[in-house]
Antibody, heavy 113, light 111 residues
């Protein structure tokens, strides 16, 4: 069974940084592209970033390009999102998703002074 | 960026009745490979989104057949033939022909 568990969220001040992680199990991790999607409180879904299984392709939404960096470690079955220069409007539940068909439960990032 | 517009934004349905949600994209989602990259998700209260339909009309594994998708080009529809209590939540369409964009979401409630 596919299992995705996000971690690394928390309370951070504006301008701060966090590294979000997603631990994957139940499938051959390197065979799949992975995504990060976020959802601000009471709002809809916003796709953020994609990375291919072999690390060859990486894409970002305009809203986060230059501030967020996606990466993965296939040996550790793990996906990451480095989030820098955080803004109040980055407050959201951050999901990892395998090919946008299987989703984790999310990790909450709160940006506040 | 491709903009996805859903209507209505909310609907209230009697159990056993049908429901329909529309999704329009700002450009065609038909790819040169012949596939149309439009899918539908349901996010139940307090849960992560779950994939219902991919490539317009293909039900994902385990999705009941009361859910169906249709459409082409820029106009798409999700239909629930007989709404049940467990169908409550927010429905999102999403395009994946040019990166990914979600619609605003449609909240379905039970009368």
């Amino acid at each position: 069974e596919v299992h995705l568990v996000e971690s690394g969220g928390g309370l951070v001040q504006p301008g701060g940084s966090l590294r979000l992680s997603c631990a994957a199990s139940g499938f051959t991790f390197s065979d799949y592209g992975m995504n990060w999607v976020r959802q601000a409180p009471g709002k809809g879904l916003e796709w953020l970033s994609y990375i291919s299984g072999d690390n060859a392709a990486v894409y970002y939404a305009d809203s986060v390009r230059g501030r967020f960096t996606i990466s993965r470690d296939n040996a550790k079955n793990s996906l990451y999102l480095q989030v820098n220069s955080l803004r109040v409007e980055d407050t959201a539940l951050y999901y990892c998703a395998r090919d946008l068909a299987k989703w984790g439960r999310g990790t909450l990032v709160t940006v506040s002074s | 960026e491709i903009v996805m517009t859903q209507t209505p934004l909310s609907l209230s349905v009697t159990p056993g009745q049908a429901a329909s949600i529309s999704c329009k994209s700002s450009r065609s989602l038909l790819h040169s490979d012949g596939k149309t990259y439009l899918c539908w998700y349901l996010q139940r209260p307090g849960q992560s989104p779950q994939l219902l339909i991919y490539e317009v009309s293909n039900r994902f594994s385990g999705v009941p057949d009361r859910f169906s998708g249709s459409g082409s080009g820029t106009d798409f529809t999700l239909k629930i033939s007989r709404v049940e209590a467990e169908d409550v939540g927010v429905y999102y369409c999403m395009q994946s022909i040019q990166l990914y964009t979600f619609g605003q979401g449609t909240k379905l409630e039970i009368k």
